[in-house]
């Protein structure tokens, strides 16, 4: 027995409409989202920008007690109970560190993603001390003291 013919033409428009509706679907899902390398860079990003408040949060430790600024992270990191991430997580090359003043300085870190190009309401979410671009970007902090200047 044969399927008259307009069933058999129906069934195929409908297929061909559901694969064009999944087809837009994924890519306006690519397109809000970025791609998954895209995704994997700004997560990574993230990653070395939560490893520079570790080191700001652990620089201000260090400040508060003993009254001066670590001279490398090589000696903020062998302090007693501290498990700080000195290094970049793909390429492993070190965070730059440098004291500026007798409580200023600078932290650095090279980034493949523009946090000015989020969205607006994920931009929002984010610390804004630590907006940055492409390539290699060092961020102004002062480390406060109990008695002295108010953290950063």
Aim: glycine share 6%; net charge neutral.
């Amino acid at each position: 027995m044969s399927v008259p013919r307009t069933e058999n033409s129906l069934g195929r428009r409908l297929a061909i409409v559901a694969s064009l509706v999944v087809l837009a679907t994924v890519v306006a899902s690519v397109w809000v989202t970025g791609s998954p390398s895209a995704q994997r860079e700004a997560r990574i990003d993230e990653r070395r920008v939560s490893d520079l408040a570790l080191i700001r949060d652990a620089i201000r430790s260090y400040t508060q007690e003993h009254g001066a600024l670590p001279a490398d992270l090589a000696e903020l990191k062998i302090q007693p109970g501290i498990r700080l991430p000195i290094a970049d997580p793909v390429t492993g090359a070190p965070y730059e560190y440098v004291a500026t003043g007798a409580r200023t300085y600078q932290l650095c870190a090279r980034f493949t993603t523009d946090t000015a190009l989020q969205m607006p309401d994920d931009y929002q979410s984010r610390d804004v001390h630590w907006a940055h671009g492409i390539g290699r970007q060092c961020f102004e902090r002062t480390a406060g003291t109990a008695t002295g200047l108010p953290p950063d």
